[in-house]
């Protein structure tokens, strides 16, 4: 008999394949991964270890995928009489052909151009001002806009109209050239993995900087109804070299009240509907400077990093990766399943901004710096942590880049009330708690990642 399964879409043999396999798996579904080349540097041996994990293996000739890459996996399933109960990707690139996919299987999602129009950051943020939902303003940067920008000397971010992985963002200063842009849009063509998301013209945009404490909220929608999963805080962020870095986010948040959470919650359902997200899961970030919450970006997938099981640790009943797949497998001629939403509300927030649980998450994530590594070590801490991943290995070669590289990460897991206590000290002891040595010229120092 022939199984039910899912398509999973992976950009280069990646894209968290090994998390959304395991979870086709523990529901009984076959996993079919459909991926472009992988890059040299992983090549037969990436290949070889997707192979061994999944029911079927589709693998393009390109770095990138395309809509006919999916209608051919779709067709060649399909014709051997499989049921393709859905297709996912947390790649944002692929955010758009997973719809197109679920779209040819009358999969309910969102449609293939909202998609598009959501990942254009400036029309977003242009929406949303139109709907009086942020007072933020925003246009697209070109010479003559930056030096008016420096010369009136406001506070103003800089970042790819469509981009992902803080590529090419960050504050701009005096210091910030028109050169110095087009180098980041050099780079961002050369770069293999991140192209068929930033595009072969990168375009910036200019937008006025929103300051307070960052957070993110990690949202299901349903057939129009938000659920909020999750709320991160954003306990350490670094603005340089091109980029912003996320070291650190705890979860529930530890400096909002409920009141001021709930009206998070409600400004979150304000912005799916002037957005017209009505199905998916986004991970939205924003920032609240005591008064009013400001948007960030809207991403239409599951968060990077520890989020999905950060979740999952919070509730210890599902990761936000599970509940997205849960949408998909679970509905029926595009409607919801009533079990599907009865969970998911379970372990979501209340309208009044009350967690689902009293548990709390913290992680760490560690940034890459450029040189060639030269050894990797994970130090112990208290209290122990529940997931330890190291990235990286010795002798791998980090190249100067506008983006994030990461290193490793590391999620602990315990009662909010003894995060509450000690969450001065964890984010003091976890800071080193994967320590990095590159090789350098003399005289050879060491350096914390």
Not at 92 to 121: C, F, H, I, T
Not at 188 to 195: F, G, M, S
Not at 417 to 443: G, N
Request: aromatic content about 8%.
């Amino acid at each position: 008999m022939k199984s039910d399964g899912v398509l999973i879409l992976s950009h280069c043999g990646f894209s968290f394949a090994e998390d959304l396999v395991a979870a086709c798996h523990a529901r009984g579904l076959d996993a079919w991964i459909l991926t472009s080349k992988p890059l040299p540097e992983h090549g037969a041996s990436r290949l070889a270890a997707l192979q061994g994990m999944v029911e079927e293996l589709f693998v393009t000739d390109a770095h990138e995928l395309s809509t006919r890459d999916v209608e051919n996996a779709i067709a060649s399933l399909r014709g051997r009489g499989f049921c393709i109960k859905g297709c996912i990707s947390v790649w944002e690139g692929y955010r758009a052909l997973m719809a197109y996919g679920n779209a040819l299987q009358s999969v309910a999602d969102l449609p293939w151009d909202r998609v598009e129009q959501l990942r254009d950051k400036l029309h977003v943020r242009l929406t949303l001002k139109d709907a009086g939902l942020t007072n933020v303003s925003a246009q697209t940067l070109t010479p003559a806009v930056l030096e008016a920008l420096k010369h009136d000397r406001g506070a103003y971010f800089v970042k790819p109209v469509r981009g992902i992985a803080s590529y090419g963002a960050f504050r701009l200063t005096q210091e910030t050239t028109w050169s110095a842009l087009e180098a980041v849009a050099s780079q961002a063509q050369k770069d293999t993995v991140y192209t068929s998301v930033l595009g072969t013209q990168l375009t910036f945009m200019a937008e006025e900087y929103i300051s307070g404490t960052e957070f993110s909220f990690e949202v299901l929608a349903v057939a129009g109804t938000p659920f909020v999963v999750g709320i991160h805080e954003k306990c350490q962020l670094t603005e340089g070299d091109g980029t912003v870095l996320e070291n650190s986010c705890t979860s529930p948040p530890s400096s909002l009240t409920g009141d001021q959470i709930a009206a998070g919650l409600s400004w979150i359902a304000s912005v799916l509907t002037c957005l017209k997200l009505d199905w998916g899961c986004f991970h939205i970030e924003a920032r609240f400077d005591g008064y009013r919450w400001g948007l960030i970006e809207v991403n239409p997938r599951v968060g990077g990093s520890l989020i999905s099981r950060s979740v999952l640790a919070l509730n210890g009943t599902a990761s936000l990766l599970d509940l997205w797949l849960d949408q998909l497998v679970f509905q029926s001629d595009g409607k919801p399943s009533p079990d599907y939403i009865r969970a998911v509300a379970e372990l979501s927030y209340s309208k009044e901004g009350v967690a689902p649980t009293d548990e709390a998450t913290f992680f760490r994530v560690y940034f890459a710096s450029p040189g060639r590594i030269e050894s990797i070590q994970v130090e112990p801490t208290e209290p122990a942590p529940v997931l330890t991943q190291v990235l990286l290995k010795e002798g791998d070669e980090i190249e100067p880049a506008a983006r994030e590289v990461f290193i490793g990460q590391i999620l602990w897991h315990m009662p909010r009330e003894q995060r509450d206590r000690d969450l001065t000290r964890l984010l003091a002891s976890s800071a080193t708690a994967i320590a990095v040595r590159y090789q350098a010229a003399e005289p050879r120092k060491d350096s914390r990642a």
